[in-house]
């Protein structure tokens, strides 16, 4: 059985089929998405319902707590900081479900950003979103820092993380990076699978961006696919 992380999707939910028609996907296996499967693509709805269909299929998907999904949790609790969500990809959200306000988006959805979990673990991996601020005792007990930290890999206690490597997103980097990331992987322990898939549908002077990434944890191996929406 084999177990896949994929980066941060954003709406764009024809990209995550591309990519899941890569992937050879058999019974067993595991998909881990990184966060932020929201805002700013075009179909943040259909990538739940594709979450929604692969469950159904048998495949166990754990889908972490991006910030994009804790703007959206804010907004429900304080209607101040609703504007704040719309303007990072918060419109296109609703779009996707055909609504205006965040209370039409159905239960079923707000139910499952409410259960999103913060970080995921195996025994040689640590998933979280964005990184861990490493001057904490417990690094997973600073929620903060897992969805929005950068520029953290200087501080890791090595001591803490032990043998563990860190998969994580949020911030986008160009595929030479994520690749020489992945052979230093054994001596640094950290890869970063956000190549900034939503990127390629806004004017950017970053062409080495846009596309959705996956990682096989067992077999060390990269998959990649241009974004398609």
Not at 62 to 91: A, V, Y
Not at 108 to 127: G, V
Not at 206 to 224: I, M, N, S
């Amino acid at each position: 059985m084999f177990t896949y992380a994929i980066g941060d999707i954003h709406g764009c939910n024809r990209t995550f089929e591309k990519l899941l028609e890569q992937l050879p996907l058999q019974d067993g296996d595991a998909l881990v998405l990184l966060g932020d499967l929201i805002d700013r693509g075009p179909d943040s709805k259909g990538v739940i319902d594709t979450v929604f269909r692969l469950r159904k299929q048998g495949y166990p998907v754990t889908c972490l707590r991006g910030n994009h999904e804790q703007l959206l949790l804010n907004s429900l609790l304080d209607p101040d900081k609703m504007e704040l969500w719309l303007f990072n990809g918060g419109f296109q959200t609703l779009e996707s479900f055909g609504v205006k306000q965040l209370l039409g988006i159905p239960e079923r959805y707000l139910n499952f950003f409410q259960a999103m979990p913060h970080w995921f673990e195996t025994q040689d991996y640590l998933c979280v979103h964005a990184g861990l601020n490493f001057s904490r005792p417990n690094p997973l007990d600073e929620q903060y820092s897992l969805l929005w930290i950068r520029r953290w890999y200087d501080e890791i206690d090595y001591n803490w993380l032990g043998k563990r490597m860190v998969l994580h997103g949020h911030t986008p980097v160009e595929l030479e990076t994520i690749q020489t990331q992945l052979t230093n992987l054994p001596a640094n322990q950290y890869l970063n699978l956000d190549n900034g898939c939503a990127y390629a549908l806004r004017q950017h002077d970053r062409p080495d961006l846009g596309r959705l990434v996956a990682f096989c944890l067992e077999t060390r191996e990269l998959f990649h696919q241009k974004c398609v929406d």
